[in-house]
Nanobody, 119 residues
Framework: QVQLVESGGGLVQAGGSLRLSCAPSVSVFSINAMGWYRQAPGKERELVATIRSGGSTNYADSVRGRFTISMDNAKNTVYLQMNSLKPEDTAVYYC?????????????WGQGTQVTVSS
């Protein structure tokens, strides 16, 4: 079982920035992937971004160019830097872990952290 501890959510005005952090309870290897999903009220969960320990990243079109996912291997922590935030970015953000990066769905989920962007 992998535990994912998230932090960094909050309330910010449109155009502002936030950084989310996620620390897994296990080391992340090249075969794994980590990332973030989000779920807005009344909507399905959607992929935001993923990253592998070698640095390979993947982003949803809606956040590409505004969000940056990164991994600090020394601290075993994944970050999501969110810039130019929009009200439509308001959602609960979930850190995820995949045992195998090619899996279509995550194997483990964090508890979620609320991000609210006011207009």
């Amino acid at each position: 079982q992998v535990q994912l501890v998230e932090s960094g959510g909050g309330l910010v005005q449109a155009g502002g920035s936030l950084r989310l952090s996620c620390a897994p309870s296990v080391s992340v290897f090249s075969i794994n992937a980590m990332g973030w999903y989000r779920q807005a009220p009344g909507k399905e969960r959607e992929l935001v971004a993923t990253i592998r320990s070698g640095g390979s990243t993947n982003y949803a079109d809606s956040v590409r160019g505004r969000f940056t996912i990164s991994m600090d291997n020394a601290k075993n922590t994944v970050y999501l830097q969110m810039n130019s935030l929009k009200p439509e970015d308001t959602a609960v953000y979930y850190c995820i872990h995949k045992k195998y990066y090619w899996n279509s769905s995550p194997d483990y989920w964090g508890q979620g952290t609320q991000v609210t962007v006011s207009s």
